[in-house]
């Protein structure tokens, strides 16, 4: 059977990178690594639109999230986090595990953080030195206003710091002139690789407080990543065959242009939006703040999403995710990052279909599909 991914993360591979990733390997050492080095840098900077420094680390991104928070933070540092989904929900957990002392704004899931919140809790508390959000909330598929929480966070002494694992590559992300602090990625998303391989980039003010921690810190100490950057180098060992499939990834991305891959990204959405419409089905996340990155979809009363999850993958070969924490089993999560395209989406819609039919939830026939596709044909 012909097998398609459509999570958001991880994502499919893109074949010139597959073929990269089957490569002999080479020592990273070498002239001839360093010119990968080289090369996957300036193609992060063009994607993250930005001429800060970018680390590359050798984790998922999970590793680069705590890389930020154990390198930014000293115990009993106080900082801002955002509970909106699972993914803001780590950043907390993260701050906590190194001491720091969250403030948590706490907003209902389906729903994206008002920027005057965060203003007002730094307003009411100077000594915050941070504030960490998330890009695309990948639990609930929302995109928060980035661009406006820079600007709030910018007139103050603290530094933004952007989980932007699954949105990077997929939705605008503008790292400078949003004053992003610190975004992070990792290749096993938008760049279509498998995981293991981390990007943070990081701005002046962002390695000012680098510098000052007394935080404990060793393989993730990035004033070690920070040396390497200037050398093109690693401090360990990296990841040595995704660096290579980077270059290819990266070439694929430069050459569509990002504006047009979110443009893309964003007929796929509208389709999958205006098939879950056409399914008389409710998305979870609001209008205002719902994201091009993937569609969650609530599932009809009386119908076990996890079940029909999984009979999606394991009778017809399409791998969507279902829901996390609270929503397990609620809901269905399409991705449409990566090298998905209309006709990926269109097998997904007719899979779920079938499905929801075969699982007793009633509608016209094709309803879905064809909303689809009157999107993607228009
Ligand atoms: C996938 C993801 C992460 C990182 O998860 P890992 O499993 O560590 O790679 C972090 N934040 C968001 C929003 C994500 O989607």
Known sequence: ????????????????????????????????????????????????????????????????????????????????????????????????????????????????????????????????????????????????????????????????????????GVVDCQTDKWKADMVVSGSHKGFMLPPGLAFISASEKAIKLINSSTNRRFYFDLRKSKKAFEATDTPFTPAIGIVIGMVESLRWMREKGIENLFAHYERLAKGCRAAAKALDLKLLADESCISNVLTAIHIPEGVDGGKLVKTMRDTHGVTCAGGQGHLKGKIIRIAHMGIVNEDHIIRCLETFELVLKEMGYSFTDQAGVNAAKAVFNS
Request: aromatic share 6%.
């Open 1 to 168: 059977m012909d097998t398609i991914l459509l999570t958001p993360g991880p994502t499919m591979i893109l074949d010139e990178a597959r073929e990269a990733l089957g490569r002999p390997i080479i020592h990273h050492r070498t002239p001839q690594f360093q010119a990968n080095i080289k090369e996957v840098i300036e193609g992060l900077q063009y994607v993250y639109q930005t001429k800060n420094d970018i680390y590359l680390m050798t984790c998922s991104g999970t590793g680069a999230m705590e890389a930020t928070v154990c390198n930014l933070l000293s115990p009993g540092d106080e900082a801002i986090t955002v509970n909106g989904g699972k993914f803001g929900e780590r950043w907390a957990e993260l701050c906590e595990a190194y001491d720091a002392k969250p403030t948590v704004i706490d907003v209902e899931w389906g729903q994206a953080v008002d920027p005057e919140k965060i203003r007002e809790h730094l307003k009411a508390n100077p000594k915050i030195k941070a504030v960490f959000v998330t890009l695309n909330e990948t639990s609930t598929g929302v995109v928060s206003d980035i661009e406006a929480i820079g600007k709030v966070v910018a007139e103050t002494d603290a530094v933004m710091i952007v989980d932007a694992v699954s949105g990077l």
